[in-house]
T-cell receptor, first 112, second 117 residues
Framework: KQEVTQIPAALSVPEGENLVLNCSFT??????LQWFRQDPGKGLTSLLL?????REQTSGRLNASLDKSSGRSTLYIAASQPGDSATYLC???????????FGGGTRLMVKP | GAVVSQHPSRVICKSGTSVKIECRSL??????MFWYRQFPKQSLMLMAT?????????EQGVEKDKFLINHASLTLSTLTVTSAHPEDSSFYIC?????????????FGSGTQLSVL
C-alpha cells in the first residue's frame, strides 16, 4: 500500500527565505505526483504536476523535483512571502484510476 | 482551465438530519469523481470513487449506507450524509478527472465544511 510522508509537519520562516518542503512515497510505481496548496477552511489549489517521466516542474517562484527511484519529491519556494502561508500537500497517483494518496501536509508560516 | 463546482460551501445542521453535497464539472464531462474527507489538522482521505452510471467504490472503513453517492450524469455527483452526527463534522472535497486523460492533474471543488450540532 502506498504511503506518502511529508517533512516537516510545520515550518515557520521569516519573509524572503528560500525553503524546501519534502515529500516521500513508499512505492515508486507512480503515474505522477502533484503539489497542492490549501488555505484554512478552503479547497485545494493545484500548484505543480510532475509526470512520472519528468524530473522537475517550475512555476514562478515554485520548483518541484521528482526522484522516482528514491521515492522523493521536493517543493522549493524561492523568496518566500507572507502570502505563501498555507498548508502544502503532496499527492501521488498510484494507478490508472487517478486516485490520489495524500501526504500529511506541511503547514507553512511566513512571517513579515 | 477545467472547473469543478461544489455546493454548498458551508452547512450547519442538527444531528439526525441528512445533508446533500453536490459536485459539478462545469466545462467537461467527468466519468469519474472522487470524494475526500478532511478532519482538522489532518490530510485528505479518500472516501469513495464515484463512477457515472454505476455504483460507487468505497474505501475501507467508509460506511456506504451512511455516505450515499450518486453519479447520475457526466457532470454531477452527489454525496449525501445520512442521519448526520457530530462526528461527521468535517471538510468534504470532491475532485474530477476529464475522460481520456489518465495522466492529467485532477481538478478539485472548493470544499464543503459540514458542522453537525
Amino acid at each position: 500500500k502506498q504511503e506518502v510522508t511529508q517533512i516537516p509537519a510545520a515550518l515557520s520562516v521569516p519573509e524572503g527565505e528560500n525553503l524546501v518542503l519534502n515529500c516521500s512515497f513508499t512505492d515508486s510505481a507512480i503515474y505522477n505526483l502533484q503539489w497542492f496548496r490549501q488555505d484554512p477552511g478552503k479547497g485545494l489549489t493545484s500548484l505543480l504536476l510532475i509526470q512520472s517521466s519528468q524530473r522537475e516542474q517550475t512555476s514562478g517562484r515554485l520548483n518541484a523535483s521528482l526522484d522516482k527511484s528514491s521515492g522523493r519529491s521536493t517543493l522549493y519556494i524561492a523568496a518566500s512571502q507572507p502570502g505563501d502561508s498555507a498548508t502544502y500537500l503532496c499527492a501521488v497517483i498510484v494507478n490508472a484510476g487517478n486516485m490520489l494518496t495524500f501526504g500529511g501536509g506541511t503547514r507553512l508560516m511566513v512571517k513579515p | 482551465g477545467a472547473v469543478v463546482s461544489q455546493h454548498p460551501s458551508r452547512v450547519i445542521c442538527k444531528s439526525g438530519t441528512s445533508v446533500k453535497i453536490e459536485c459539478r464539472s462545469l466545462d467537461f464531462q467527468a466519468t469519474t469523481m472522487f470524494w475526500y474527507r478532511q478532519f482538522p489538522k489532518q490530510s485528505l482521505m479518500l472516501m469513495a470513487t464515484s463512477n457515472e452510471g454505476s455504483k460507487a467504490t468505497y474505501e475501507q472503513g467508509v460506511e456506504k449506507d451512511k455516505f450515499l453517492i450518486n453519479h447520475a450524469s457526466l457532470t454531477l455527483s452527489t454525496l449525501t450524509v445520512t442521519s448526520a452526527h457530530p462526528e461527521d463534522s468535517s471538510f468534504y472535497i470532491c475532485s474530477a478527472r476529464r475522460p481520456g486523460r489518465k495522466n492529467e492533474k485532477l481538478f478539485f471543488g472548493s470544499g464543503t465544511q459540514l458542522s453537525v450540532l
